[in-house]
């Protein structure tokens, strides 16, 4: 991997991106039952096992389960410090696993390896990255994993620009 200057440090570009390269999240999450409430009614489920504890209690689970869509956004949010902070768009997502259920109080994590990476052909400052990502819960269980395609600028992009401002006066402490 390519050495990073991390006193301006900007995330990953596409020349940062190795095959082979496995990037692990500096932070976990753990899931609260509101956060599982809110991205339920949010986005209009009306499955009971998300939100009923009465309905949920005569599942197999005994419980209610965190809504698959919001552990998976919750992973890809946790790689993209690592990954794809500097994407300019997903290209595709492909198969996507829920091997295990995730609860309110589990600790979530992300693990992502680059699976191939190319120049764009269309966009001189833009490559193209594969991955593929896996969220690890507190026991070690995967509980969702999932291959991503991304476009991502290069450093000599314009956007990769550090748009820090330069302060107007010197330090006054």
């Not at 995967?142 to 992009?157: D, M, P, Q, S, W």
Request: glycine share 6%; aromatic share 10%.
């Amino acid at each position: 991997m390519t050495e990073l200057d991390t006193a301006q440090w900007r995330g990953r570009f596409f020349e940062d991106m190795r095959v082979g390269d496995v990037f692990r999240s500096r932070l976990g999450r753990t899931v609260e039952q509101t956060d599982n409430a809110w991205f339920t009614l949010l986005t209009l489920n009306t499955n009971q096992v998300h939100f009923n504890d009465e309905f949920a209690r005569d599942t197999e689970f005994g419980r209610p389960l965190v809504n698959s869509c919001f552990t998976l956004s919750l992973v890809v949010g946790l790689s993209v410090p690592d990954t794809s902070e500097n994407a300019v768009a997903n290209l595709g997502w492909d198969a996507i696993t829920m091997p295990n259920p995730v609860f309110a109080g589990d600790t979530l994590w992300a693990e992502s390896e680059v699976l191939s990476r190319r120049e764009s052909q269309s966009r001189p400052t833009q490559g193209i990255i594969g991955i593929r990502t896996r969220g690890i819960n507190q026991r070690g269980e995967t509980v969702v994993e999932y291959r991503r395609t991304f476009l991502i600028y290069k450093r000599t992009a314009a956007q990769a620009a550090d748009r820090f401002p330069t302060p107007l006066s010197p330090w006054a402490v």
